[in-house]
């Protein structure tokens, strides 16, 4: 069936809330996570974000894409959640209930990777801090070199981490953030990556790289009181790129959020 600007903004709002959407499959066995884009957690040092669209005349889809060091689960990761109706939702059954969510994570650097890459000449680890004789970082599946001059990250406006940090060593989040500035499609999802749980044969309509993203924890402002989104939902409707156009001034990029500070 066609769908309205309203009907779009309406899911976003639900994502926003973070409650299950019209679309979400219905019943008390089901725990439904709905999440949105989030450039300020405490527990993900953000480097990279885009807005990926996608629609025909019966389906539309909007893709958040988030990358960045998850300071708790001590990995890289990028995060796309989905909003839409045509999302191929991830459901994972345990003995209690079946969970429900619009997130897929792709990992970029392992765990295991980033303790490799932090053990001294002792094999101590240098805790979220990289030793300055490895060469290279596994990314994906890609070996990428890494660069250890510090005036390199601040000339990009990223700082080395002050605390027990005498050296001026890379951090993790900081060699994130690098690639983001650098060399952004190392941490980037494709296009397959991106499809993953909406229809393959939907026509991709735009991505915003660039755009005016206003905090996910003021619940006074509904994303459909945003004019990101209104322009988003008028673009889906229309499936006209040039609609896109913006008033208010990009600030999406990470020197504008604070986070990954828990």
Same mark, same amino acid.
């Given at each position: 069936?066609?769908?309205?600007?309203?009907?779009?903004?309406?899911?976003?709002?639900?994502?926003?809330?973070?409650?299950?959407?019209?679309?979400y499959p219905k019943g008390e066995k089901y725990n439904c996570y709905n999440f949105f884009l989030?450039?300020?957690?405490?527990?993900?040092?953000?480097?990279?974000?885009?807005?990926?669209?996608?629609?025909?005349?019966?389906?539309?889809?909007?893709?958040?894409?988030?990358?960045?060091?998850?300071?708790?689960?001590?990995?890289?990761?990028?995060?796309?959640?989905?909003?839409?109706?045509?999302?191929?939702?991830?459901?994972?059954?345990?003995?209690?209930?079946?969970?429900?969510?619009?997130?897929?994570?792709i990992t970029l650097i392992s765990g295991g990777e980033y303790e490799r890459i932090s053990l001294?000449? !002792?094999?101590? !680890?240098?805790?979220?801090?990289?030793?300055?004789?490895?060469?290279?970082?596994?990314?994906?599946?890609?070996?990428?070199?890494?660069?250890?001059?510090?005036?390199?990250?601040?000339?990009?406006?990223?700082?080395?981490?002050?605390y027990d940090n005498p050296d001026r060593l890379v951090g993790f989040g900081e060699l994130i953030?690098?690639?983001?500035?650098?060399?952004?499609?190392?941490?980037?999802? !494709?296009?397959?990556?991106?499809?993953?749980?909406?229809?393959?044969?939907?026509?991709?309509?735009?991505?915003?790289?660039?755009?005016?993203?206003? /905090?996910?924890?003021?619940?006074?402002?509904?994303? /459909?009181?945003?004019?990101?989104?209104?322009?988003?939902?008028?673009?889906?409707?229309?499936?006209?790129?040039?609609?896109?156009?913006?008033?208010?001034?990009?600030?999406?990029?990470?020197?504008?959020?604070?986070?990954?500070?828990?």
């Open positions: 069936m066609p769908y309205t600007e309203f009907d779009i903004l309406e899911e976003l709002d639900c994502a926003f809330n973070d409650v299950p959407g019209s679309y989030d450039l300020e957690h405490g527990y993900c040092e953000t480097a990279g974000n885009r807005i990926h669209l996608y629609a025909d005349a019966e389906r539309w889809a909007v893709i958040f894409e988030k990358s960045g060091y998850q300071n708790r689960g001590g990995r890289a990761e990028i995060q796309l959640d989905y909003v839409g109706n045509c999302i191929d939702y991830i459901i994972t059954d345990s003995d209690d209930y079946t969970s429900v969510s619009n997130t897929e994570v001294d000449d !002792s094999g101590e !680890s240098l805790f979220e801090l990289i030793n300055p004789k490895v060469e290279a970082v596994r990314v994906k599946e890609a070996m990428v070199t890494i660069e250890h001059d510090p005036l390199k990250y601040e000339g990009l406006g990223i700082e080395p981490r002050e953030r690098y690639f983001n500035e650098a060399e952004p499609n190392l941490i980037r999802a !494709s296009e397959e990556e991106i499809k993953l749980h909406i229809p393959l044969d939907i026509p991709k309509i735009m991505t915003l790289d660039e755009f005016h993203y206003s /905090s996910l924890y003021d619940k006074d402002l509904l994303a /459909s009181d945003q004019e990101l989104y209104q322009l988003i939902a008028k673009v889906l409707v229309n499936q006209d790129a040039t609609l896109w156009k913006p008033a208010l001034e990009p600030n999406n990029h990470w020197s504008n959020w604070e986070s990954g500070n828990l």
